[in-house]
Nanobody
């Protein structure tokens, strides 16, 4: 199972950015998909997650500013980030809880991360 994140970059405070993550098309099934982030010198933290049914959950620090969405047919998850702040600067990682095949149980799979820098 491979997850490929894209869309990171440099954005000014108050700006917007959309990052995406695509999982292998050959995955048997995907339960939840989500985003985590890790700022320099800090531990990785939860940002947002979305279930296969579309229920969403957000960290308090991003509620009202970030929106997570997914396309089940394409095995993709996006994170729309608005009103960005310098403290949102981090490497953003996508995660999928999935079954690689009909013969395996659910495991967590991680993407390689995409850097988001919020700075003027």
């Amino acid at each position: 199972v491979q997850l490929q994140a894209s869309g990171g970059g440099l954005v000014q405070p108050g700006g917007s950015l959309r990052i995406s993550c695509a999982a292998s098309r050959s995955i048997f099934s995907i339960n939840t998909m989500g985003w985590y982030r890790q700022a320099p010198g800090k531990q990785r933290e939860f940002v947002a997650t979305i279930t296969s049914g579309g229920s969403t959950y957000y960290a308090e620090s991003v509620k009202g500013r970030f929106t997570i969405s997914r396309n089940n047919a394409r095995n993709t998850v996006d994170l729309q980030m608005n009103s960005l702040k310098p403290e949102d600067t981090a490497v953003y990682f996508c995660k999928a809880r999935a079954r690689a095949s009909a013969y395996t149980g659910e495991l967590d799979y991680w993407g390689q991360g995409t850097l988001v820098t919020v700075s003027s």
